[in-house]
């Protein structure tokens, strides 16, 4: 079975440090796609980033930066200079299906204190 | 471009009665997937939809559960004689023609609760 596991389920940062979340993967496709999904309390589904698996630069939006070790099957998210509007559940997810089914992990809440 | 729309937002059921929940895909995007996230769990797929196909439903119950794409109007996930169980969040997202492994778009979720 291909599985997805965020093995922090809480993580606390104060406002303007980093925090990394990991995430690591189980898949015997060599072409899929891995994301970052943020759910803050509204529950609304937000992607945050997009990973490629056959591009090895790590992606970066604005303060969310990815560590892809594809050998590995490890996707971490790094979240810089945090802030209080990132508090939220953030979960990785990929997709190895041409349709793209995406299969998520467990989550891990991130609380930004002050 | 209205994102992708899901009514009600919020649904009240008794146990044994039907729950029907909408989606409307953003314009133009032809493939409709629905998720379930469970108190305390990520999401879980459970059907991939396309124009009055269904592509793909092994993430969904056999029974009580079926779900629609027609050629006019929202996509319909339907569930039969709710059971407290059936109590979640339910996702639509949607992805345009020829992208769909690359990006899938959420909408803001139906939550179910069965008394």
């Known amino acids: 079975a291909q599985t997805v596991t965020q093995s922090q389920p809480e993580m606390s940062v104060q406002e303007a440090e980093t925090v990394t979340l990991s995430c690591t993967y189980d898949t015997s496709e060599n072409n899929y796609y891995l994301f970052w999904y943020k759910q803050p309390p509204s529950r609304q589904m937000i992607l945050v980033i997009r990973?490629?698996?056959?591009?090895?630069q790590n992606a970066t939006e604005n303060r969310f930066s990815v560590n892809f070790q594809k050998a590995a099957k490890s996707f971490s998210l790094k979240i810089s200079d945090s802030q209080l509007g990132d508090t939220a559940m953030y979960f990785c997810a990929y997709t190895t299906d041409s349709w793209g089914k995406l299969q998520f992990g467990a989550g891990t809440q991130v609380v930004v204190t002050p | 471009n209205a994102g992708v729309m899901q009514n009600p937002r919020h649904l009240v059921r008794r146990r044994g009665q039907e729950a029907r929940l909408r989606c409307s895909p953003m314009k133009g995007h032809s493939h409709v997937y629905w998720y379930r996230q469970l108190p305390e769990e990520g999401l879980k797929f459970m059907v991939y939809l396309q124009k009055e196909n269904i592509i793909d439903e092994s993430g969904m119950p056999k029974e009580r559960f079926s779900a629609e794409f027609p050629k006019e109007g929202p996509s319909i996930l339907r569930i039969q004689q709710v059971v407290r169980g059936d109590s979640a969040a339910y996702f639509c997202a949607s992805s345009p023609p020829g992208q769909a492994k690359e990006t899938q778009y959420f909408g803001p979720g139906t939550r179910l609760l069965v008394l």
């Open positions: 990973q490629e698996a056959y591009k090895q």
